[in-house]
């Protein structure tokens, strides 16, 4: 019998446990690799966790076995108006037995209040299915991967500067300007990645990579130049680092980052669909 209840500081070690092998389940049905199992990726999925019970604890679960072993952990955060759900996931030999529409329809009790809502979703067809049965549409999505080919940086990327300090107001700004919503504490959560800007008379914006494995974060931008240069001075970040780039949740109105990706000569590959609720289409 599972049982949903809130996520306590106790439970992090094994909420993390839950979401590693989650994931590691899911890209060996995938076939892909799996990340190597390391201090630093248990330090970061702790603090993700922690993150997000500390300023998000209305929309931080954990399913339950019998015995009270953690079973599934679900988390999602309110900024402004928009309720976003950022984990969701059920040990393995767990799932499709309803733990994971309980844990969701939890943190949904969060999004009350909301006028907009979204899920970047994996590929798992009963993750998709869940969410799309939930009040969401489905929106697919493309990813690009690959070692990105420098020789094709244009010279604007040299109007995009490092992630400073004293840029706290301006990443507000931009927030404000394109999500509607600022971040808030998630700004502290996203600067242990490698973070750049772009603040000028020809626009504005901000990303965060990780240059560890070569991940973009996510990126803000005020309009679509802007947003070109700020990818593409990621993927020179990766690709200095002799690392693959990964881009996901390139959606079909953000044709600008398929433009910079194919010129890059990344592939460009089907994931899953980013799953959204607000009455107009997912932002560009």
Known sequence: ??????????????????????????????GEK??????????????????????????????????????????????????????LVVKPGGQSGGAGRQLLNATLGYAEGCDRAV??????????????????????QMAADGVPDLQQLPETVSRVRPLESGDA??????????????????????????????????????????????????????DERTASDLLWRCLQEIGSAGLSANVSDLGANQQWAMRVALQARLALNPRGPVLWRGGSPPPA
């Not at 899920?119 to 697919?140: C, K, N």
């Not at 504490?185 to 504005?204: I, K, M, Q």
């Open 1 to 30: 019998m599972t049982s949903i209840r809130p996520l306590t500081e106790a439970d992090i070690e094994a909420a993390g446990q839950v979401q590693v092998a989650a994931f590691d389940d899911f890209d060996r049905r995938m």
């Open 34 to 87: 799996t990340p190597p199992i390391s201090a630093e990726r248990w330090k970061r999925v702790h603090g993700r966790i922690r993150h997000f019970l500390i300023h998000d604890p209305g929309g931080s679960w954990v399913s339950t076995s019998d015995d009270g072993a953690v079973t599934g952990v679900a988390l999602a955060s309110v900024r402004g108006d928009l309720w976003g759900l950022s984990l």
């Open 119 to 140: 899920i970047l979703a994996s590929r798992d067809p009963r993750a998709v299915r869940l969410y799309a049965t939930s009040g969401f549409d489905v929106y697919p």
């Open 169 to 222: 107001s301006l990443l507000e700004r931009i927030d404000q300007q394109v999500r509607r919503a600022t971040r808030g504490p998630d700004h502290e959560l996203l600067g242990r990645n490698t973070g750049f800007v772009c603040d000028d008379g020809a626009g504005s914006g901000y990303a965060y990579v990780t240059t560890d494995g070569g991940y973009l974060t996510t990126l803000v931008a005020c």
